[in-house]
């Protein structure tokens, strides 16, 4: 990738704004296209200072610009439930205006083209662990469907490219991801406890907390979409880490790594919350040669330290 000009949509988010910082560090020369609607221009700090990175505010559901580019990463869409259920026309936009006019961009360019994809699109699920032949089982007018269905199209639309206009196309299927630069009030399990275990306020546990996740470190899915990128593999691969967790005991290990004198309380599951969540990432191991290295307590508590640093943030 060194030398390459590479747009990252959605660059100034959590994960995009990883994503940009490792470019930069391949020798990428990076731009960043991102509407701001959920990102951040402070999660770009060094890099706006480094000669090869550029940003331009935009929404790619209106108008993408005219650029010279060799690669498109697309992360640009509301990505947290609170998020997407503030935003869902802007959601489903995100998802099918906006990747149709990024997979414009890169067929003019003969571009790459990238495609962030979800574990969301397998719903909740009726087959464990998840792999990429299961078709999912979503709720298409439910809470989440705006989200679902959105990146669900947003395949859908990236695979015909790749199949009728030759489109050079990759899709990853990101699972539960976590780390620094989380938003502390994004609605995500993670920053939810840790927020709530340093102010020692009770954890807020959705249902009996017996349903699960499996948690992916954000260095170790950068480096899954550089490896899915740089293949040749065009059909959609699963990028999370397998180590499934409850998110009963997700919280006791937040409580117990940030010394916090908080206890447990309950609430009802949401509409449509999937129960059981592990990805099968044998097709990632076998055409990518990836595997998550980062381990829970490891990735924990780097994204604690960076909450417990960032409190503004
Ligand atoms: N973080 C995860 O656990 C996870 C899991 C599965 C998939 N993903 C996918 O990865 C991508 C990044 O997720 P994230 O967690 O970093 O979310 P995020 O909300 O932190 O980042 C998304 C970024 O996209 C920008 N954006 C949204 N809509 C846009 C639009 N129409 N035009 C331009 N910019 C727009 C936002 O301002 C933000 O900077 C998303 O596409 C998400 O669906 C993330």
């Known amino acids: 990738m060194a030398e390459k000009t590479v747009l990252v949509a959605g660059g100034a988010g959590f994960v995009g ?33 480094r000669k090869n990175f550029k940003f331009i505010k935009g929404d790619i559901s209106k108008k993408v610009p005219s650029l010279r580019i060799d690669g498109i990463f697309n992360l640009a869409s509301p990505a947290s439930p609170v998020d997407y259920q503030k935003r869902p026309i802007e959601t489903l936009f995100s998802g099918s205006l906006g990747v149709k006019n990024l997979l414009d961009l890169a067929r003019k360019n003969d571009a790459v083209f ?4 979800t574990s969301e699109i397998y719903g909740d ?104 990128m740089k293949s ?35 609430a009802p599951l949401p509409k449509d919350d999937p129960l059981r969540r592990r990805p099968d990432i044998s097709l990632a191991s076998e055409k990518l040669g990836w595997k998550p290295v980062t381990g829970f307590d490891k990735g924990l508590k780097s994204t604690v330290e960076w909450f417990r640093t960032n409190p503004g943030r």
Not at 156 to 164: E, G, I, M, Q
Not at 201 to 209: C, N, R
């Open 114 to 117: 990238l495609q962030a994809s």
């Open 17 to 49: 704004s990883h994503l940009c910082e490792k470019l930069l560090d391949e020798n990428c020369r990076v731009i960043c296209f991102d509407s701001l609607i959920t990102g951040k221009k402070e999660n770009l700090p060094s890099m706006s200072q």
């Open 125 to 228: 699920p009726l087959e464990h662990p998840q792999k990429e032949s299961y078709y999912g089982n979503v709720n298409p007018v439910g809470p989440r469907s705006c989200y679902d269905e959105s990146k669900r199209f947003a395949e859908a639309l990236t695979t015909n490219y790749c199949s009728h206009y030759s489109v050079e196309t990759r899709i990853a299927r990101i699972f539960n991801t976590y780390g620094p630069r989380m938003r502390k009030d994004d609605g995500r399990v993670i920053p939810n406890f840790v927020m709530q275990a340093l102010k020692n306020g009770p954890l807020t546990v959705y249902g009996d907390g017996s349903q699960t996740r499996s948690f992916c470190f954000v260095d170790d899915l950068v480096c899954g979409l550089l490896s899915l």
């Open 232 to 266: 040749g593999y065009t059909l959609p691969v699963n990028l999370g880490n397998p180590d499934e967790r409850t998110i009963f005991d997700t919280a006791k290990k937040i409580i117990s790594l940030t010394g916090s004198s908080s206890k447990i309380s309950f």
